[in-house]
């Protein structure tokens, strides 16, 4: 009797199999085939993977498409992402009547391909590697043979190979939209497209209706306002225009990058990498830059900040529509009042109540404001605004009284120093103040009164004054762009007369400071600045429109006869020698390539992807900051610009920097952005040591790290003993190998055999190989006589570059002390 059950279990597995056939090898779905509960489709070369999911805790399940080979698991197509269903196991994607379907527990159609073919038996669904999922009449097809296209349909990613773009004969644009929030791929508010009235560039919109950004037409090359792109090594974009549509599609120039565009969320675009070493996506641009740029983020009554975190907060006197979607990072719904106006509870109360302001100052204000030509003063604004019940806010400045009915949207809270805040007086209920009234005798209330009148016209006469000095002094040091023009009392006072040193260099000394908002800075006192306060601030204004996340961000400056001074964000990590020189906290080894990665980047932006080309000229750990997220931010990256071009004098205000300088530099030749290649690959020997270059060994002997460390390479050697000791040998070999070879390239004697800093990016992130590099005659290490080297090839030989240079004897051996022509100052 069990035998004969045995033997019926396992009929009834082999016939289970035989009819629902897993889906988890195979690349199409068929007529006769489905796919329900944890089946899942993957595409040949398994790239990607289709299937049922749900975001949570969640019940609701949809049909999407994600990476398969990466841990953090990213999706890039949903199907029905406004129609979830409740029951995987009891739903299916399947083939009927020659489309691609999806029915729920009720067998109720969810969702279709919607194609007019009612031929169901010789139609196949095919996942391709590219992220596209297809029908066609062949089941081994190609995005050629599509009947229909997942790529047609994209909804918040653009993948390589995709298109975002415009149906000529309907004048209808292809959306990339945004999921309603991080738990929700429901459509959201932000939405990409290419621009209907055929100006070939893309626009960002909200809810489809408003524009806030837009990229600028293409030129052939990149968009307009878009420069970013003129040196990007990555992607390549391309321009169709036919009859029936217009398009914009892109491809990577290596196979081995994952690379996505997302319309996020937050309402930018953002550019995604996935970086393999941090098991991360790595932002690697986005658009519009400030969060408080994207049109109503913070919906009705919610104020956007950028000084701040979380973005978005209600007014005083309303709280958020829905907690849960604010806890979501979806603000959209805005908020609502606390306590319904006075007007709207009874027009006459017995007791007297009525609405009341409350003064909100430093403010970008709402739109829609509505011009009241009536009310010359402000207590006739005020009236206007207090006698309509719809009125939510009133302004009064030299332009007149705006008042706005309903709700306020793209509120903006700017910092206390910003010299474009203005005050808006908010309509909140009578009970939301509650200050006590009390009653004592006509006379108290006559004296009171007077005195409480004295009062008010001196307050209204003191603001009139500060006002006044306020708009002299902001006519007087206003700047282009958003920097601030600080005086340098404020500076003194928020600097506690300069009494807290963070450090110094060869361009100044560095203070922390406090502002009145109590955000912390970093203020840095110049020297040598010898130019005229219009030339100054032209250049301050200059610098302090380049931006990125590399980049340490510039707030503003001050320019009082013949004082100059920047004003930089406060960065909380310190400076990079003092987590790799000092008793400070150890960097592991991720964090430690992320950080090379990090200033490789921002170098980049400066040299290749800026107007004008800026030389940092003075690289070093000093001047790589660390943010709390321990991102790397290069500093004083503008003082070469702002002191100009007479290296010379340069020099003479640098002799701390000894042991970065590039050989041609002290020679007295031009400089290039090659000198700050050779800066970096000294710094990257220091990031694998930990510790300066020409310090003495653990094991005791003087051996300059760079020749010790390219010579362990050249020869095999065992290339943990290179890395910091506190680390106890905790990194990845192959990556300290990548950085020692990068940085034996950079420091070439001859510049033209350096790489680029693009170019350093490139192979940092695994998109090109790195060969093994002559060693340089500057660093005394002995290499075989006429060695041929090849310095850099595309790993999948489609975006190849390839330097070869054939090197001289140099040494018979690796001298113990380094080069005077490399470390010193003259």
């Given at each position: 009797m ?32 489905s ?6 489709l993957?595409?040949k070369d ?5 299937g ?11 049909i999407?498409?994600?990476?398969k ?23 299916k994607l399947?083939i009927?009547?020659?489309n691609?379907?999806l029915l ?19 139609v196949?669904a095919v ?15 190609s ?13 918040d990613?653009?993948l390589?190979g995709g ?20 738990e ?8 990409l ?39 990007n090594?990555i ?6 225009n036919?009859?029936?549509?217009s398009?914009f ?20 675009i ?16 986005s ?11 913070c ?15 209600c007014?005083?006197?309303?709280e958020?529509?829905s907690q849960?979607?604010w ?10 009042k ?6 709207e509870v ?6 007297g109540?009525?609405?009341?302001f409350?003064?909100k ?23 206007t605004?207090?006698s ?12 007149g ?6 709700e306020l949207?793209?509120?903006?809270q ?10 808006l007086?908010?309509?909140l209920a ?20 007077a ?40 500076l ?7 009494s ?7 361009f ?14 970093a ?10 306060e219009?030339?100054?601030?032209t ?12 980049l ?13 001074l ?15 020189f000092?008793?400070?906290k ?22 290749e992807k ?10 070093k ?10 991102c790397?931010k290069?500093?004083?990256?503008g ?10 004098r ?16 002290i ?21 694998v040591s ?9 094991d005791g ?19 943990i003993?290179?890395l ?5 040998g ?5 990556e300290?190998i ?25 192979i ?7 060969a ?7 660093l005394q290490?002995f ?22 240079t054939?090197v001289s004897?140099?040494s018979?051996?690796?001298k113990?002390i ?9």
């Open positions: 069990k035998k004969k059950s045995w033997l019926s279990c396992f009929l009834i597995i082999c016939f289970s199999l035989h009819t629902y056939p897993s889906l988890s090898a195979l690349t199409t779905i068929s007529s006769n085939q796919l329900s509960g944890d089946q899942t993957v595409s398994g790239n990607f993977e289709l049922f999911f749900n975001k949570g805790n969640s019940s609701k399940y949809y999407g498409m994600w990476y080979k990466i841990s953090l698991k990213t999706y890039v197509w949903v199907a029905n992402r406004d129609d979830p269903v409740s029951d995987k196991s009891a739903s399947a009927s009547d020659g691609l379907v729920d527990q009720s067998k109720n159609l969810v969702w279709s391909t919607n194609l007019s073919s009612n031929s169901s038996n010789s196949f996942l391709l590697d590219t992220g596209n999922i297809i029908l066609s009449n062949r089941p081994n097809a995005a050629s043979d599509a009947l229909w296209q997942s790529f047609d349909f994209p909804s990613t653009w390589p298109k975002i773009k415009l149906d000529k004969i309907t004048k209808k644009p292809q959306y990339l939209t945004s999921w309603k929030n991080s929700d791929p429901a459509t959201g508010l932000f939405s497209e290419l621009d209907p009235n055929g100006t070939n560039s893309y626009l960002i919109l909200w809810n489809k209706t408003q524009q806030y950004w837009t990229s600028g037409s293409w030129n052939g090359q990149i968009f307009s306002l878009v420069p970013e792109m003129r040196s090594y992607y390549n974009f391309n321009f169709e036919n009859a029936n549509e398009y599609t892109y491809s990577l120039y290596s196979n081995s990058i994952i690379s996505r565009f997302v319309m996020d969320v937050s309402g930018q953002k550019q995604l990498t996935w970086l393999e070493s941090t098991q991360q996506w790595n932002l690697f641009w658009q519009p830059r400030g969060q408080c740029q994207v049109y109503a983020f919906g009705a009554f919610g104020s956007c900040n950028e000084i701040s975190k979380p973005s978005c907060n007014l005083n006197g309303y958020p529509k849960s979607d806890d979501l990072g979806d603000y959209s719904k805005g908020c609502v606390t306590n319904k106006f006075q007007c009874s027009p006459n109360p017995s007791n109540a009525k609405d009341r409350l003064t100052s430093n403010l970008a204000l709402p739109e829609q404001a509505q011009p009241v030509v009536e009310a010359g003063l402000s207590e006739q604004c005020e009236s605004c207090l309509n019940c719809s009125c939510t806010a009133y302004a009064y400045n030299s332009s009284c705006f008042i706005w009915r309903g949207l793209n509120l903006q700017l910092s206390q120093d910003d010299s474009n805040g203005q005050t007086f908010l309509k009578a009970s939301e103040f509650h200050d006590s009234k009390s009653n004592k005798g006509t006379t108290i209330g006559i004296v009171g009164g005195v409480g009148g004295i009062v008010i016209l001196l307050v209204l006469v003191l603001i009139l004054v500060i006002r006044r000095r306020k708009r002299l002094s902001g006519a007087r040091t206003s700047v282009e762009g958003s920097l601030i023009a600080f005086a340098y009392r404020d003194q006072n928020a600097t506690k007369n300069f807290e040193k963070l450090g110094g260099g060869g100044g000394s560095v203070f922390k400071g406090i502002l009145p908002d109590s955000s912390v800075i203020v840095k006192k110049l020297e040598s600045i010898s130019q005229g219009k030339q100054f601030r250049e301050v204004s200059t610098i302090g429109t380049v931006q990125h996340v590399n340490v961000r510039l707030r503003g400056f001050c320019s009082e006869g013949d004082k100059r920047l004003v930089y964000d406060y960065m909380p990590n310190g400076s990079l020698d003092s987590h790799l000092q008793n400070s150890v960097l592991d080894w991720k964090v430690r390539f992320q950080i090379a990665l990090g200033i490789a980047r921002g170098l980049t932006y400066l040299h800026c107007r004008d080309c800026i030389i940092h000229c003075d690289v750990p000093e001047n790589i900051l660390i943010d709390s997220e321990f790397p290069v500093a004083d990256f003082l070469a610009k702002l002191v100009g071009r007479d290296f010379s340069v020099l003479t205000t640098m002799r701390g920097t000894r042991g970065y300088l590039a050989p041609e530099w020679s007295g030749v031009a400089i290039t952005a090659k000198a700050d290649v050779y800066s970096y690959g000294m710094m990257l020997f220091e990031l930990g510790r300066r270059n020409s310090d003495p060994s653990g002997q003087i051996r300059f790290f760079p020749t010790w460390a390219a010579n362990t390479v050249h020869q095999g050697g065992n290339v003993s290179l910091d000791s506190r680390l106890d905790n990194a990845d070999v192959e300290i990548r950085i020692i070879k990068i940085a034996a390239w950079c420091v070439q004697d001859d510049e033209t055999h350096r790489p680029s800093m693009g170019q350093v990016v490139q940092l992130e695994g998109v090109l190989d790195v093994l590099p002559p060693i340089p005659r500057s290490a290499i075989d006589d006429h060695e041929e080297i090849v310095f850099f090839t595309d790993s999948n030989s489609t975006h190849n570059s390839q330097v070869k054939s004897t140099a018979s051996q690796a113990s380094i080069s005077s022509t490399s470390t010193t100052s003259p």
